[in-house]
């Protein structure tokens, strides 16, 4: 594993009133490192990805857990022969992740966390359960779990919308889903405020999915928001590709159409 790259990804929603100052100790360590990738810092928390030698990651973790507020942070890792990202940006925004609720705060409350075992175990007894996937359109296109739920949505704002006009069974035990678990911490506690009675939310996401219990149950692969695209079940690169004229990713298959010209166009976007 010497050879390969680390990326890692994690999140805390917890209240940060320092963000200038974070930002400058932030760029300096990413940069003594030589580490790739995005960390996001606003009022509601923090949200990183980044690539880099494993020596760097230990690094930077070092760094990061001398602030106890962002201590034993849960970690998504996976391996690359590449680096995962193409530059370094420490940015200030006003949501870690938008939603564009201001009375949403996970740090407040949240559903109640699932482990992918015992939602393996719900899928393998055929629990009568909703199954919610909580991600974008072009996102469930490459891959879901099998019988899964969605909103078809373009972008996460939406589903503030989306869940307050919801004819989904209010009674019926909810189980979201996303790819690392940061857009869920919301949504399940929308859901709550708008009477769903029982909210579970996917510990770890589907990446966290994948780890602890691999493919059962799931179908395709999983987007993942760096320069890799997408992974399978086993964390490994995929062939998918994205359409440089409107970002869509592009499976194999898809790659062979016709109207998928390199630079100009593919089949969500040729007309």
């Known amino acids: 594993m010497e050879d390969k790259f680390v990326n890692i990804a994690g999140y805390r929603f917890t209240a940060i009133d320092d963000r200038d100052e974070l930002r400058q100790h932030f760029r300096r360590i990413c940069s003594d490192l030589e580490l790739l990738g995005t960390i996001l810092l606003s009022p509601e928390g923090i949200n990183f990805f980044l690539s880099g030698k494993q020596q760097s990651i230990d690094g930077f973790i070092d760094f990061l857990e001398q602030d ?21 940006y420490v940015r200030l925004k006003k949501e870690i992740i938008s939603m ?48 899964a739920e969605h909103f078809g949505l373009s972008t996460f704002r939406g589903i503030t919308q989306e869940i307050q006009h919801s004819k989904l069974d209010k009674e019926k035990p909810v189980v979201i889903f996303c790819t690392g678990g940061i857009r869920c911490e919301k949504a399940s506690h929308l859901m709550i405020n708008e009477g769903f009675a029982d909210v579970r939310q996917l510990n770890g996401g589907i990446l966290g999915y994948f780890d602890e219990v691999g493919a059962d149950h799931w179908q395709g692969e999983c987007f993942v928001f760096d320069r890799r695209i997408a992974v399978n079940p086993r964390l490994e690169e995929t062939a998918t590709v994205v359409c440089f004229a409107c970002r869509s990713p592009l499976k194999p298959e898809e790659q062979q159409r016709n109207d998928y010209v390199i630079g100009k166009s593919c089949l969500y976007c040729i007309e």
């Not at 699932?114 to 991600?135: G, H, M, N, Y």
């Open 100 to 147: 564009g609720v201001e009375e949403i705060k996970p740090a407040e409350a949240t559903g109640t966390y699932i482990s992918p075992a015992e939602f393996k175990q719900w899928l393998d007894e055929e629990r009568d359960i909703t199954v919610l996937d909580t991600r974008n359109d072009y996102e469930i296109r490459l891959g879901t779990f099998s019988n």
């Open 68 to 88: 106890e507020r962002f201590i034993d942070i849960p970690l998504k890792v996976s391996y690359s022969k590449e680096r995962a990202f193409r530059k370094m």
